[in-house]
């Protein structure tokens, strides 16, 4: 006793300085150097122990001690059951923290401490399970269970606890726990927090009996199984952070009263409950801004639920009703039958109102009723009148309550989402407009039918090979690719139409956007280097129409061509590597300005672009001004034609990719002109004419392809009139038919001829003339 008076008057003397250093070499030597420090702070009493040469916790310290903290010891591997047995009377938080060897914290360590608090279990590596860390624990003060930072691999048994205490805080943060199982965590805590661990799976049912405030269980990138009813059975739940997990199906089970949700950077959830499911939600801070559209639109995203929803809000309005007119004729037939009672407490003439509006009910009402009707017959005549609307509101059936509830359609609550829908992702279908969806298959199908019948052509003509068929194969290859790019696009369009968001995620993170937005990235690279190349073969072809050694050989363009394949591939890959992303937008381009690798990718696509563009428009103002001077003395009708089908091109080219450069180049240096829902306009409809129209331009309009098609057809009987009629119009010159042959010979030699000596003798601008 006098020891202790003693050391609470140092107390008070210290208490100034708030330290102070006990020694004990005054009473005995300790086995090792350690040192043990006191605070003080009003009625608190705090003893902090540290150093290596600790093994166990003293068993001398000051009886009257509230916290105790041991710390920085390699010595200790294990706390006894009895090691807390000295400061049972006053102990209220034990830490226990930079203990690298503890291993075993025995059953019921903490029992029967009356006033214990907390309990801080921080930085113990080799902490692997605690059994029955809690037994015994009987104080009804506990507020605070902290094990942090530990190699523990299960959930502490948490049902010793006392249903009637409520925990502050349940902190498991930064530990090893792989699994959450059935009934493991049955608690009623403010506040519960596993974060990063190693959670792998949250079975079923895993709260049961919980009532909980706040759940954070994030940072476990491991997580990807959550039971369809892994919140079943838990109480109370205001806000759930499952952010920085790999879930992609967030079940609804036990978040009827949630308040707060958040789930960021979890890229791979898929469905998100419906706001029907969540009907106390406010605010929702999530990965993907479909999401959101969901929580805006929550009749789209599940309509079973919105009408189930209608229906009960009916039918909850109908019996409020009910009741409401019951109340007023109760009243009405009180006056009757007590006519002595205060006429002015049941005024029969005067106007009756409604909580919600103001509409008249006269005493006309009680006159179709007989005096001694009963209660249950009034409620049976107003259901044969509910739903319906009346112009005047005289009428008997004209209530305040059914004018409210009606057809009227019940909104839920407005829920503060993030992110929202944004100029790259709004809430809208992938085509935006009606007149787009239906015009851009117009665009499918000339592109697709054009480019397949250029390829089928060339493919089966017998006709050799040159540089001109060669680079009109690839055009055509490519442009095919930008057909079956859009005949995705519009695909999908289609089928998600009104609800795009529901499919969202399926199609942006899924394989289908991945092949559209290659086959658009490869196919766009593709055509423009490819007519790029051919402008300049047609150039060169003539300029230097005389010196045949100044032109571009098939085994050269062969060369050139391998380059810009590489090239297109190339290009295209990039955002499946990670460079930019095609999953930003619905319509499957990469548009990510957010770093300044993205920012790159997008400078280098224009820029590449515009530098073909201006070689094309050069050399065919080059070729145009080229066949003037050459043909001066010609047609005038002949030239005009020429330069005709010259504007022509030059013309669709500028229409295709000038409007798409300018407004991106815009967008990309921070001064958008145009809505990402307007620039779909330009990027599924005029960006994609130059598919369709390249076929038509460079191939299915000129002589050559009519030629080559027809020798085609007549090879299965068909067209052979229109066969002789070219082979007769490319060979008279050269030879005539001989008389003597049938004319079905002569049809098939004079095609086999021109094949074998026509196929290299047809100039390179038969393509375009």
């Avoid at 990718?601 to 003037?628: E, P, T």
């Avoid at 085609?712 to 038919?737: E, F, H, V, W």
Wanted: glycine letters at 4%.
């Amino acid at each position: 006793m006098l020891y202790t008076l003693l050391s609470i008057w140092l107390l008070s003397v210290k208490n100034i300085s708030g330290t102070f250093n006990m020694d004990y070499s005054a009473t005995e030597q300790p086995p090792a150097p350690f040192n043990c420090s006191v605070y003080t702070h009003e009625e608190e009493f705090e003893v902090h122990c540290r150093g290596n040469g600790l093994t166990a916790i003293p068993s001398n310290l000051n009886a009257s001690l509230n916290k105790l903290i041991i710390s920085e010891s390699r010595d200790i591997t294990v706390v006894t059951s009895k090691s807390m047995e000295p400061y049972k009377a006053r102990l209220q938080d034990v830490v226990l923290s930079d203990l690298p060897n503890l291993r075993v914290i025995e059953e019921g360590s903490f029992s029967n401490i009356s006033s214990l608090r907390t309990i801080y279990i921080y930085n113990t590596p080799q902490i692997k399970f605690i059994y029955g860390l809690l037994k015994g624990v009987t104080s009804k003060h506990f507020r605070s269970l902290r094990i942090v930072n530990t190699g523990l691999h299960e959930v502490p048994e948490l049902f010793y606890l006392s249903p009637e205490n409520t925990l502050f805080l349940l902190d498991l943060d930064h530990n090893k726990i792989e699994k959450l199982t059935r009934n493991s965590i049955r608690v009623t805590a403010q506040q519960v927090t596993l974060n990063f661990n190693e959670i792998g799976k949250i079975e079923d049912y895993a709260f049961n009996g919980s009532e909980i405030g706040k759940l954070h269980i994030t940072g476990n990138p491991k997580l990807t199984e959550l039971g369809e009813f892994a919140f079943g059975g838990i109480r109370n739940l205001r806000e759930l952070d499952l952010s920085q997990t790999s879930i992609t199906i967030l079940p609804d089970v036990g978040l009827e009263l949630l308040e707060k949700l958040k789930i960021r950077d979890t890229p791979s959830l898929h469905i998100i409950p419906s706001l029907y499911d969540m009907q106390g939600l406010r605010t929702a801070k999530l990965t993907h801004h479909f999401h959101c559209c969901a929580f805006k639109y929550p009749q789209e995203h599940n309509p079973t639920k919105h009408a189930a929803y209608q229906t009960s809000m009916r039918q909850a309005c109908i019996k409020n009703q009910i009741m409401d007119k019951t109340k007023e004729l109760t009243k009405m037939k009180r006056s009757i039958r007590y006519p002595n009672y205060d006429q002015d407490q049941f005024p029969l003439e005067k106007t009756m109102k409604s909580p919600n509006a103001q509409i008249p009910l006269t005493g006309q009402f009680i006159g179709h009723q007989e005096p001694r009707e009963t209660i249950d017959e009034v409620e049976e005549d107003l259901y044969e009148d509910f739903g319906v609307f009346h112009s005047s509101p005289t009428m008997i059936n004209s209530t305040p309550i059914e004018i409210y509830c009606g057809n009227v359609s019940f909104k839920l609550q407005d829920v503060k989402c993030d992110p929202e829908p944004n100029a790259l992702n709004p809430c809208e279908d992938i085509m935006g407009f009606t007149w787009l969806r239906n015009s851009v298959w117009f665009v499918v199908i000339l592109a697709v039918v054009g480019n397949v019948a250029v390829i089928i052509v060339i493919w089966f003509s017998k006709t050799e090979v040159n540089v001109s068929r060669f680079l009109m194969c690839h055009l055509a290859f490519a442009d095919l690719c930008m057909g079956l790019y859009l005949l995705l696009i519009a695909s999908m369009d289609y089928h998600s139409v009104g609800t795009y968001f529901n499919f969202a995620y399926d199609w942006q993170y899924g394989i289908g956007c991945q092949i559209a937005g290659f086959l658009t990235v490869f196919a766009g690279h593709l055509s423009i280097f490819t007519l790029t190349v051919v402008t300049l073969e047609r150039w060169f072809a003539i300029k230097y129409a005389i010196d045949l050694t100044k032109r571009i050989r098939l085994k050269t363009a062969v060369e050139i061509m391998i380059v810009g394949w590489i090239y297109s591939i190339l290009m295209g890959m990039l955002p499946l590597l990670g460079i930019n992303k095609y999953s930003s937008t619905s319509i499957c381009l990469p548009m990510e300005v957010e770093s300044v690798l993205n920012k790159a990718y997008l400078y280098i696509i224009f820029i590449i672009n515009g530098i073909s563009l201006a070689l094309i428009v050069f050399f065919y103002a080059q070729i145009y001004f080229s066949l003037g001077y050459e043909t001066r003395r010609a047609s005038h009708k002949g030239e005009m034609t020429i330069a005709k089908k010259m504007a022509l091109l030059i013309f669709t080219d500028f229409a295709t990719y000038t409007p798409v450069a300018f407004f991106g180049m815009c967008a990309l240096i921070g001064y958008p002109l145009i809505n990402i829902t307007k620039s779909k306009i330009l990027l599924v409809f005029f960006y994609p004419l130059n598919a369709c129209a390249n076929p038509y331009l460079y191939a299915l309009m000129t002589s050559q392809y009519r030629r080559d098609l027809y020798l085609i057809i007549s090879r299965c009987g068909l067209c052979k009139n229109k066969a002789q009629k070219y082979c007769l119009k490319d060979d008279m010159p050269m030879t005539k038919p001989s008389p003597l042959l049938p004319r079905q010979e002569s049809v098939s030699q004079c095609c086999n001829n021109h094949c074998k000596q026509n196929g290299s003798s047809s100039a390179s601008t038969n393509t375009f003339v």
